[in-house]
């Protein structure tokens, strides 16, 4: 469970996560952060003879067929990260059951996520997309400046609960970022079909998916019946606890989680954590997972 504090101003509440972010670089994620980009992170260089060794993976296979024998690409590696996070502030995001609603640990997530990429000298940049319109800070370098960006992105203000859904501007953010830069969505997910500006994002960056997940989403509670204020409607709900209640979470929760594979089919690419789990723990297996992948998903 985190235990940072969500009444504390924005600027005092990213210094607070910060040292920990430093310590989690120093002594547990070292490179295995920036080893999670590589493969993406490179820059294509020229097309070069395939040779026994080589990744298949980068096989050229248009250039291939028309010489006739195999060619891979040859890569070089990118002097640096950009980092590019989609914040879509949806309403349901209000929603808590315990001491942390999914918007406050998801706010929280994207201001460590921008640490790291502070404490590892990438530039990081954002897109906030709320239901009255959207606020974008073009990526930068160095601690200050990510500081005042993460500041500015927690600052914002939540939708009010009775908004609609935010729309999301894929054909701006398809040039928001230089090619190969790491697009993190930071959302809700609910059960919908899979964007039209979707599939160019994936063309265009190394996508990934995460999002916060409140204990009652996963199993709902126990007890027989109880009162649950639901905030994208605005009222006060009983919860009965019926066989037919829960046969229709289950559906939703198979829904929810079809739509969320389908957005990020591989596992190396989404995270999913829950309110009352540490946040910084949670990135550190993540990026060490990947490290060990190779981080070419």
């Given at each position: 469970?985190?235990?940072?504090?969500?009444?504390?101003?924005?600027?005092?509440?990213?210094?607070?996560?910060?040292?920990?972010?430093?310590?989690?670089?120093?002594?547990?994620?070292?490179?295995?952060?920036?080893?999670?980009?590589?493969?993406?992170?490179?820059?294509?260089?020229?097309?070069?003879?395939?040779?026994?060794?080589?990744?298949?993976?980068?096989?050229?296979?248009?250039?291939?067929?028309?010489?006739?024998?195999?060619?891979?690409?040859?890569?070089?590696?990118?002097?640096?990260?950009?980092?590019?996070?989609?914040?879509?502030?949806?309403?349901?995001?209000?929603?808590?059951?315990?001491?942390?609603?999914?918007?406050?640990?998801l706010l929280e997530m994207?201001?460590?996520?921008?640490?790291?990429?502070?404490?590892?000298?990438?530039?990081?940049?954002?897109?906030?997309?709320?239901?009255?319109?959207?606020?974008?800070?073009?990526?930068?370098?160095?601690?200050?400046?990510?500081?005042?960006?993460?500041?500015?992105?927690?600052?914002?203000?939540?939708?009010?609960?009775?908004?609609?859904?935010?729309?999301?501007?894929?054909?701006?953010?398809?040039?928001?970022?230089?090619?190969?830069?790491?697009?993190?969505?930071?959302?809700?997910?609910?059960?919908?079909?899979?964007?039209?500006?979707?599939a160019v994002m994936q063309?265009?960056?190394?996508?990934?998916?995460?999002?916060?997940?409140?204990?009652?989403?996963?199993?709902?509670?126990?007890?027989?019946?109880?009162?649950?204020?639901?905030?994208?409607?605005?009222?006060?709900?009983?919860?009965?606890?019926?066989?037919?209640?829960?046969?229709?979470?289950?559906?939703?929760?198979?829904?929810?989680?079809?739509?969320?594979?389908?957005?990020?089919?591989?596992?190396?690419?989404?995270?999913?954590?829950?309110?009352?789990?540490?946040?910084?723990?949670?990135?550190?297996?993540?990026?060490?997972?990947?490290?060990?992948?190779?981080?070419?998903?």
């Open positions: 469970m985190s235990t940072t504090p969500t009444s504390a101003s924005p600027l005092a509440l990213l210094r607070q996560l910060e040292w920990r972010v430093r310590h989690a670089v120093e002594n547990v994620l070292s490179g295995e952060y920036r080893s999670a980009f590589r493969g993406r992170g490179m820059e294509f260089d020229q097309v070069v003879k395939y040779e026994f060794g080589d990744d298949v993976r980068d096989i050229d296979w248009n250039v291939t067929a028309r010489l006739g024998e195999a060619y891979r690409k040859k890569f070089v590696e990118e002097r640096e990260v950009t980092l590019l996070l989609v914040f879509e502030d949806s309403p349901s995001l209000h929603f808590g059951s315990g001491a942390q609603s999914k918007r406050e640990a994207a201001g460590l996520v921008m640490l790291l990429g502070a404490v590892n000298r990438d530039r990081v940049g954002f897109i906030h997309a709320s239901p009255s319109g959207n606020l974008f800070r073009e990526p930068v370098r160095g601690r200050g400046q990510i500081l005042h960006s993460a500041a500015t992105l927690l600052s914002r203000p939540p939708p009010a609960p009775t908004d609609e859904a935010p729309s999301l501007p894929w054909r701006f953010l398809s040039r928001a970022a230089p090619k190969h830069s790491v697009l993190i969505w930071l959302g809700d997910f609910p059960p919908r079909p899979v964007p039209d500006g979707w063309r265009r960056y190394q996508t990934m998916g995460f999002r916060v997940e409140d204990p009652w989403e996963r199993t709902l509670p126990t007890r027989e019946s109880f009162a649950a204020y639901d905030p994208t409607h605005g009222r006060l709900i009983t919860i009965e606890g019926s066989a037919a209640e829960r046969a229709a979470h289950a559906a939703w929760c198979q829904e929810r989680d079809q739509a969320w594979h389908s957005l990020f089919p591989d596992p190396l690419s989404r995270l999913l954590i829950g309110t009352e789990q540490n946040r910084l723990d949670a990135l550190v297996r993540f990026f060490h997972v990947r490290m060990k992948a190779g981080g070419r998903h």
